[in-house]
C-alpha cells in the first residue's frame, strides 16, 4: 500500500505523511520538497544552486546529497530520487498531492485552497535564489487567485449562487486593501440584496481608510453607488411613514385579518370576513397590505398560494369587519 504524502504550500507551509505533520531537523530539506513539488523535476546544479548559491559547485553538491538522504530518512522511503545522475524527481513509490497542484489545475474550482500567500513566513537562510524563487511564485499565484475570485464572484452573481459571494469579495479587499473596485463591488452586491445597512458600512470603511492612510476621499463612481443607497432608505423610509398615517387607528381591522390569515395557511379553523365601508376609504389597500406584510414575512410558503394572489386578494375582501 502507498504512503501518502501531502503539501499544503498557501499560507504556512507544512507536509504531512499519511496525514500526520513531518518535521525536518533542516529547513533546507523542506526547501528542496518544496520545490520538488512546484516543478516535478529539477536537475542537480539548479538545486544545489538555488539553495546554497555561496559555496563552491563541490560544496554545494555534497550538502545536497546530504539533504536528500535527510529527507529520505525521514519520510522512511525513497521520496527523492534521481533516474539519471543529473536530474532530481519525487518518486512514484508515494501516493504524492498538493494544493498547489489542486489549484494550478483549476484555479476557480479550487479556489478555496488558496488560503494565503505562498510559503507564508517560510525563510531560508543565506539562500538568496531560493527566496527571490518564492517571491516570483507567490506573485504568480496571487495573480492567478485574483483573476479567478473576479470570475468567480461574477459567475456566482450570475447563476445567483451567493452564499460565498462576499466571502471571496473580503479576500480580494485583504489582498489590496486600497483598490476601490473591490468595496464598489462589495457594495453594489449589498445593495442588489436589499441590505443598504452593508453599503453604508462599507462605504465609511474605506472613505475612513483612505482619509486616514492617503488624506483623499473615495472616488465618484464609489460616492454614487453609497448616494444610490440614500436614496433607497429615504423612499422606504417615505413609504413606511405614509403607510402608519394612511392606516393609522386601523389596529384592530389589521389584526383581525391578520389573525384569520395565519389560520387560513395554517390550515386552522378561521371565518370568513366582509369589508365594508364607503367607496375610497382604503378597503382594498387594507387587505392588500396585510397580504403584502405576510409575504414578506413568509408567513405566505404555499406555492399554489403564492400563484393565485387574486384568490387571497378576494378571501381578505370576503373578511368580515364592522
Known amino acids: 500500500m502507498h504512503k501518502k504524502l501531502s503539501f499544503q504550500l498557501f499560507g504556512s507551509p507544512q507536509i504531512y505523511l499519511d496525514d500526520e505533520p513531518v518535521f525536518f531537523s533542516f529547513s533546507k530539506v523542506n526547501a ?39 529527507a529520505n530518512k525521514e519520510l522512511d522511503a525513497e521520496v527523492i530520487v534521481s533516474p539519471n ?39 531560508l537562510k543565506d539562500s538568496e535564489m531560493f527566496d527571490l524563487w518564492t517571491v516570483k511564485m507567490r506573485s504568480s499565484f496571487e495573480q492567478k487567485f485574483i483573476r479567478a475570485c473576479y470570475q468567480k464572484v461574477e459567475h456566482d452573481i450570475k447563476v445567483n449562487r451567493l452564499e460565498d459571494v462576499e466571502k471571496n469579495i473580503r479576500r480580494l479587499i485583504a489582498i489590496d486593501e486600497y483598490d476601490e473596485r473591490n468595496y464598489q463591488m462589495l457594495m453594489e452586491f449589498y445593495q442588489n440584496s436589499d441590505r443598504s445597512g452593508k453599503v453604508i458600512e462599507t462605504y465609511y470603511e474605506l472613505a475612513n481608510l483612505l482619509g486616514a492612510e492617503m488624506a483623499i476621499d473615495p472616488s465618484e463612481k464609489t460616492r454614487e453607488i453609497y448616494e444610490q443607497t440614500l436614496t433607497i432608505v429615504h423612499q422606504k423610509e417615505e413609504q413606511k411613514s405614509s403607510f402608519n398615517n394612511r392606516f393609522y387607528g386601523r389596529t384592530k381591522e389589521i389584526e383581525v385579518l391578520e389573525g384569520h390569515l395565519s389560520c387560513f395557511t395554517k390550515k386552522r379553523s378561521f371565518h370568513s370576513v366582509l369589508v365594508q365601508g364607503d367607496a375610497g376609504v382604503g378597503k382594498t389597500a387594507l387587505c392588500q397590505q396585510v397580504l403584502k406584510y405576510a409575504t414578506e414575512k413568509k408567513l405566505l410558503r404555499s406555492p399554489a398560494i403564492k400563484q393565485n394572489r387574486n384568490f387571497l386578494c378576494g378571501f381578505g375582501e370576503k373578511s368580515l369587519i364592522n
Open 32 to 70: 528542496l520538497l518544496y520545490y520538488l513539488v512546484v516543478h516535478s523535476s529539477v536537475s542537480r546544479n539548479e538545486a544545489a544552486g538555488i539553495l546554497w548559491p555561496n559555496k563552491s559547485e563541490k560544496s554545494a553538491k555534497k550538502n545536497l546529497r546530504n539533504t536528500i538522504y535527510q
Open 85 to 123: 545522475k543529473t536530474i532530481l524527481q519525487l518518486s512514484n513509490c508515494l501516493t504524492i498531492s498538493s494544493d498547489v497542484e489542486r489549484f494550478s489545475a483549476d484555479p476557480m474550482f479550487y479556489l478555496d485552497e488558496y488560503r494565503d500567500e505562498f510559503l507564508k513566513g517560510f525563510y
